[in-house]
């Protein structure tokens, strides 16, 4: 979740905000603090001190990690007998009403639903994207965090057996 920030929060520093180039007042003789800027971070409208600065959050996993990972969600709905096998996942025309019938012969119509295709079906995806709570993805870009999110996993049976040769 830590790569999925943007890390663009930012605050101004002293040397970045508008103004404070002549000096309040002279150094001695008035019986107030000495002062060299109204926009040091003590004043209104002055800089902020140690504020947040752009940077990345990225944490990098090494790719046996993710692999192991990916392996022991799926692993995980398994036991829980939240893992569902269909024969292929085809539609001639993208229609959400053929996927909501889908879903419900299922019985998961009212869960969170990862539909894993072979490959890339744009047709699938389409009926399915109006559907709040089903995502679809081919079954090689489903991530641990994906398996997680959902309640019930639909896989193409085919999906697994060309991706089973791969790794």
Known sequence: ????????????????????????WKQKGTGRAR?????APNWPGGGTVFGPQPRSYTQIVPKQVR???RKSALNARAREQAVLLVDA???????????????????????????L??????????????????????YSDASTYHIL?????????AALTTNSAEG
Request: no cysteine; glycine share 8%; net charge positive.
């Open 1 to 24: 979740l830590a790569n999925q920030r943007q890390g663009t929060a930012k605050t101004k520093t002293r040397g970045e905000v508008t103004g404070g180039n002549q000096k309040p």
């Open 35 to 39: 002062q060299g800027s109204t926009r």
């Open 67 to 69: 692999q192991l990972a």
């Open 89 to 115: 996942l085809s539609f001639s025309a993208p229609k959400t009403k053929a996927m909501t019938q889908l879903l419900a012969s299922l019985g998961v119509a009212e869960k969170k639903v990862l539909l």
């Open 117 to 138: 295709t072979e490959g890339v079906k744009p047709n699938v995806y389409l009926s399915a994207r109006n559907l709040g709570r089903v995502m679809v993805l081919p």
């Open 149 to 157: 999110w959902s309640d019930v996993v639909v896989i193409e049976s």
